[in-house]
């Protein structure tokens, strides 16, 4: 399994390395133990960290409550709850992905 997720009871925990005002969102590979993201919405008032969740949401085919920033609101590494098995999480995660 690989470093940046764990399974837990209800779904999985993603670390991510969030890197805000970038030109797009998208998945951008691993930073070290982390999935990487980039995202358009600048780290102002929240706006980046609803975009990331939006953006993950979107991106799995979830509906936005299945996704939560449960550590790291005011830092680029998040851990991120999703409501998805990990098998799904490895087919629909594929770093390079775009949206």
């Given at each position: 399994m690989p470093d940046w997720y764990r399974p837990t009871s209800d779904g999985i925990e993603v670390t991510v390395h969030a890197q805000p005002g970038a030109t797009r969102d998208e998945i951008a590979g691993l930073h070290g133990?982390?999935?990487?993201?980039?995202?358009?919405?600048?780290?102002?008032?929240?706006?980046?960290?609803?975009?990331?969740?939006?953006f993950l949401a979107t991106h799995l085919g979830l509906p936005r409550r299945a996704v939560r920033i449960l550590r790291g609101e005011k830092s680029r590494r998040k851990t991120v709850w999703l409501a998805i098995s990990p098998d799904e999480i490895e087919r629909l995660l594929t770093p390079g992905t775009k949206s």
């Open positions: 133990d982390a999935l990487k993201l980039r995202i358009a919405a600048r780290a102002v008032e929240g706006a980046a960290n609803e975009a990331l969740a939006r």
